[in-house]
């Protein structure tokens, strides 16, 4: 497959990220933060999850994070919802597009949302209902999809069947989430043909983690499968709170730099992308993994006398 020449890079740092904090970060700073991710230019973010605020607290203020964000530069705002009383809720707040999400292996299921991935499959019926009476697109993650971290392999006919079911339900789109970090070149390049085979037309993104390291590796891989959807957290943030070992998402500044170097349009500006990077550190308090953020670009020049010369 050819490499894409544009690439649609999707911010879900202010869900997959702020959900994974222990503290809980107040709402203004979210809305502060996720304007600064508008204004860099990023189509489309996920902003938040409308499930249930004891499952995932940090994440309870949703709606009024959606009401207070920056609509006027047309990025598209979507949202994590696990049912159709989450669906009802992305409705009434006026969303643009609804993600449901279960896992790939049922053991993470049920520690997620507590079913088994049947029971969600049936739950997302009413869940597309309530989006159809909304006329809410809806799309659809699929977690552990390279590997659970209770069950080990997931075979990529479970990742396809899923997919293939999300496209009867007459969803627009499937996510294959890295959750804990176990996706590889050649299971990026399997299942990206797979579903290209036997789900035609249900568009891919690929959400991976840099647990192991692998994150822009993998994203080579899924280019070279010809995707053209990417998910990244700015400052390299995230986690599944609900998975063993999870760690932060590939680093949204540091995927937008590779792109470009590669001739990739994003339409994102690194520079403010940065900024926005820099602010959630200032925000947690803390160094986070982003790189880009702390080196800048390759071209960025130091004078010489700023720098000691070696003697001896
Ligand atoms: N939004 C708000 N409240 C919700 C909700 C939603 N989407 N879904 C359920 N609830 C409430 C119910 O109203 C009920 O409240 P009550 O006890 O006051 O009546 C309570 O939550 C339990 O509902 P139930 O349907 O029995 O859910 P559960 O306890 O089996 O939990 C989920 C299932 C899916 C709601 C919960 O596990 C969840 O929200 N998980 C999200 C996990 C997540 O976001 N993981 C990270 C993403 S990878
Ligand atoms: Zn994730």
Same mark, same amino acid.
């Given at each position: 497959m050819p490499r894409p020449s544009e690439v649609t890079v999707i911010e879900v740092g202010p869900r997959d990220g702020f959900q994974a904090e222990r503290e809980f970060i107040p709402t203004a700073a979210k809305i502060q933060l996720i304007n600064q991710l508008v204004e860099a230019g990023l189509p489309e973010i996920e902003f938040s999850s409308?499930?249930?605020?004891?499952?995932?607290?940090? #994440?309870a203020d949703a709606a009024e994070v959606f009401s207070s964000i920056d609509r006027s530069k047309g990025t598209r705002f979507s949202a994590l919802v696990p049912n159709a009383k989450g669906a009802a809720r992305a409705a009434e707040a006026g969303i643009d597009e609804i993600r449901v999400f279960l896992s790939a292996s049922d053991s993470h299921?049920?520690?997620?949302?507590?079913?088994?991935?049947?029971?969600? #499959?049936?739950?997302?019926?009413?869940?597309?209902?309530?989006?159809?009476?909304?006329?809410?697109?809806?799309?659809?993650?699929?977690?552990?999809?390279?590997g659970c971290p209770f069950e080990g392999d997931v075979p990529v006919g479970q990742v396809g069947n899923v997919a293939k079911r999300y496209s009867e339900l007459g969803m627009v789109g499937?996510? #294959?989430?890295?959750?804990?970090?176990?996706?590889?070149?050649?299971l990026v390049a399997e299942r990206c043909r797979y579903l290209r085979e036997h789900v035609p037309g249900l568009e891919v993104t690929l959400h991976f983690h840099n647990t192991r390291g692998l994150g822009l590796v993998n994203v080579m891989a899924g280019l070279d499968e010809g995707v053209e959807r990417y998910e990244a957290s700015f400052a390299g943030l995230g986690g599944c709170p609900f998975a063993a070992g999870a760690t932060g998402n590939i680093c949204t500044e540091d995927l937008v730099y590779m792109l470009h170097e590669m001739g990739i349009e994003t339409g994102v500006d690194l520079e403010k992308l940065c900024g926005a990077a820099r602010a959630i550190e200032k925000v947690l308090g803390r160094s986070l993994p982003g790189q880009v953020m702390k080196a800048g670009p390759r071209l960025k020049l130091y004078p010489m006398d700023e720098v000691q010369t070696a003697v001896g």
């Open positions: 409308f499930v249930s605020p004891r499952a995932v607290p940090q #994440l299921n049920r520690k997620n949302v507590n079913r088994s991935v049947e029971e969600s #499959l049936q739950g997302f019926e009413e869940v597309m209902a309530v989006a159809r009476e909304a006329g809410l697109p809806v799309s659809g993650a699929i977690a552990t999809a390279f499937v996510s #294959l989430g890295d959750t804990t970090g176990m996706a590889t070149p050649p």
